[in-house]
């Protein structure tokens, strides 16, 4: 199966189209109709509620953009969809919200966020609320074990890895270093046969996403990009770029 040519047809906006200078906080509705107005994919996060629901979110904690303060899977979905984010009126959705609120206008690039404990409830959720969506949507991670729980678990949908050429930041302690190096190099790609590959656009040009996409055809998104510089770096050897903090072609 390949990657469907809309996924690389508009640049993809990074957890919405939004803006904090004008209250449009990241993985917020405010976001999604924005980039729905735009016309541009909506790239959002996923994380997993204490009651198995699928909650649009990129931190695994409370406090950062919202109020309140605490790991999201301790919370209910309910508990987590009266939180508001920060200075607004709007507060936390589910992915099915997300779905009814885009209804097909333009793709969702799903991120399935990770805990790397091999725990498959977040993509289970995930395949039981795109049963009843019809729009076009890809599902993508960091955490190889999840792309393979993509690949097995909704084998017709387009997955994706997202990945980088190392993993020595701090976000990444948390692993040990045999995780970070089976991370490494797209070495898992013939366990998790991605379709594309979203790759970071300050560790581009590299091997393996050169490699994945002249010569096993995945199309490769650069992300996350921010400034003139990284939008030549995306436009030179990337088939679309994941952007924020601009309009493309304002």
Request: aromatic share 8%; glycine share 8%.
């Amino acid at each position: 199966m390949r990657a469907p040519d809309w996924l690389t047809a508009r640049p993809v906006a990074h957890r919405g189209l939004h803006d904090a200078a004008r209250g449009v906080i990241e993985n917020m509705p405010a976001a999604a109709r924005a980039a729905v107005t735009g016309n541009f994919a909506i790239e959002c996060d996923i994380q997993l509620s204490a009651d198995g629901e699928a909650m649009v979110h990129h931190d695994h904690e409370l406090g950062r953009l919202t109020e309140g303060s605490g790991p999201l899977v301790e919370k209910t979905a309910a508990e987590l969809k009266a939180i508001r984010f920060k200075a607004t009126d709007e507060q936390m959705m589910t992915l099915g919200d997300l779905c009814a609120l885009v209804a097909g206008k333009v793709p969702l690039v799903v991120e399935v966020k990770s805990q790397f404990n091999g725990d498959r409830r977040l993509v289970k959720r995930m395949a039981e609320v795109l049963a009843a969506y019809s729009g076009p949507v890809v599902g993508m991670s960091f955490d190889p074990d999840q792309v393979v729980a993509l690949r097995e678990i909704m084998p017709k949908l387009t997955r994706g890895i997202v990945a980088q050429r190392s993993y020595d930041d701090g976000y990444w302690e948390k692993l040990t270093q045999a995780q970070r190096d089976s991370m490494l190099h797209l070495k898992h790609g013939f366990r998790t046969q991605p379709h594309f590959v979203a790759y970071w656009v300050e560790q581009l040009p590299a091997p393996a996403p050169w490699i994945a996409r002249n010569l096993f055809g995945c199309p490769l998104l650069a992300w996350t990009v921010r400034t003139p510089a990284q939008r030549a770096a995306a436009g030179r050897y990337a088939d679309q770029m994941i952007f924020e903090g601009f309009t493309p072609g304002s």
